[in-house]
């Protein structure tokens, strides 16, 4: 008797990585941001940490201490620019993992199917595992025809994240389009007030706290952010940028991906079964 191989996959569980790395993202930035941010916060030296348990030594300082006002601002600055390069790979490191156990799901799925072959599966999920988001999205859609709606955008952001990560920041033009410019792109969703008498629209952040002189509609609408830079300029993001990053991920790029993912599973005549969180076990 030909005993069935069972294969379980939880795709929420999967997503759960890419989700964990836009939570992640959103509290390491917001704790370095307002760090940076706040006008009373100044310390820099390593030797004003309290003394933990089991310390035997002192700090070295690298600075002399009580820098002058300017000083202390630039590193601020400097550092504010580092925390948004680290949350902007801890958002896609995670979701570069998530991309590894769609493609090991797809190998295993295919492979058993006869729908795909390979003579190592275990090296081709090696070497997946070892290519950048750009590799890895291309090499999804090419086996398996999974392709997020946004990957152009993700594509970007990844470019992005390396520039501030390796170039510190600073557009080169090997990373320009042509126009010697370059562009990172993401989808967000608007909130807006508009008056329902006038037809005028007003952002809400404005409206907090006042009176208004007409009815007001709460409105809203997906639409596409873009910020270009030029060669030789550092990329800068707004505090609404980054949240919006983070959104996106959320709302549109983890959803996304995960729907092309069931797509595949449907192809393939893999049963799926939905589990209603509203419904209790």
């Known amino acids: 008797m030909v005993q069935k191989l069972k294969i379980n996959v939880n795709i929420d569980n999967i997503a759960e990585l890419a989700h964990a790395g836009v939570r992640r993202a959103a509290v390491f930035m917001g704790l370095g941001l307002n760090a940076a941010k706040r006008g009373d916060f100044n310390d820099y030296e390593l030797h004003k940490l309290p003394i933990m348990p089991g310390q035997t030594g002192m700090p070295i300082d690298f600075l002399p201490s009580n820098l002058p006002e300017g000083a202390v601002r630039d590193f601020k600055e400097h550092f504010a620019t580092w925390i948004i390069s680290c949350g902007l790979r801890e958002l896609l490191e995670h979701y570069a993992l998530f991309l590894d156990r769609i493609h090991e799901s797809c190998l295993i799925i295919a492979c058993k199917n006869k729908s795909f072959e390979l003579n190592n599966p275990q090296k081709a999920q090696k070497e997946f595992e070892n290519l950048g988001i750009p590799g890895k999205l ?44 370059f562009q990172i792109t993401w989808k967000t969703f608007d909130i807006f007030a508009q008056g329902e008498e006038t037809g005028t629209i007003h ?79």
């Open 138 to 181: 291309d090499k999804l859609l090419k086996r398996f025809r999974i392709a997020p709606n946004e990957a152009d955008s993700i594509k970007s952001l990844y470019s992005a994240r390396n520039a501030l990560t390796h170039d510190l920041g600073r557009i080169k033009y090997e990373r320009c389009s042509p126009g010697d410019s």
């Open 203 to 281: 952002t809400i952040p404005k409206l907090i706290g006042q009176i208004t002189l007409e009815p007001m509609a709460i409105c809203g609408k997906a639409m596409m952010r873009e910020r270009v830079f030029s060669v030789g300029s550092n990329i800068v993001l707004s505090q609404q940028d980054l949240w919006e990053i983070c959104l996106f991920f959320s709302l549109f790029v983890i959803p996304s991906t995960r729907n092309g993912f069931l797509e595949f599973l449907k192809t393939e005549d893999v049963p799926i079964n939905i589990i209603d969180p509203r419904v209790e076990a």
